[in-house]
């Protein structure tokens, strides 16, 4: 069964950081494309970063760019978001989610994606 789980959400203050990690099971994780998303109250679901499964390179939305990094471990199935500065806009639930043969790290709309997590909540306080 696929599943994708997210952890590391919480209350953090403007400025702090957080890690977050998603951890793949019952798919390739290897042969995956992995993308974060997130989405605020009120707005639609929005691309984050993503990494290619071949290459093992990124990209960031410009609203991260310098702040947010995803990287992967594909000995853990793992992928993370490693988020520092973090500012109050920042406030939504993240989602990982999984693209088959995503060989490069580019930008994905949702309907691109394959496979999703439940989701993450991170809220950072003013």
């Known amino acids: 069964q696929v599943q994708l789980v997210e952890s590391g959400g919480g209350l953090v203050q403007a400025g702090g950081s957080l890690r977050l990690s998603c951890a793949a099971f019952g798919f390739s994780f290897s042969n995956y494309g992995m993308a974060w998303f997130r989405q605020a109250p009120g707005k639609e679901r929005e691309f984050v970063a993503a990494?290619?499964?071949?290459?093992?390179?990124?990209f960031h939305a410009d609203s991260v760019k310098g702040r947010f990094t995803i990287s992967r471990d594909n000995a853990k199935n793992t992928v993370y978001l490693q988020m520092n500065s973090l500012k109050a806009e920042d406030t939504a639930v993240y989602y990982c989610a999984a693209k088959r043969w995503g060989y490069s790290g580019i930008y994905y709309s949702p309907d691109d994606m394959d496979y999703w997590g439940k989701g993450t909540l991170v809220t950072v306080s003013s």
């Open positions: 990494i290619g499964w071949g290459s093992g390179s990124t």
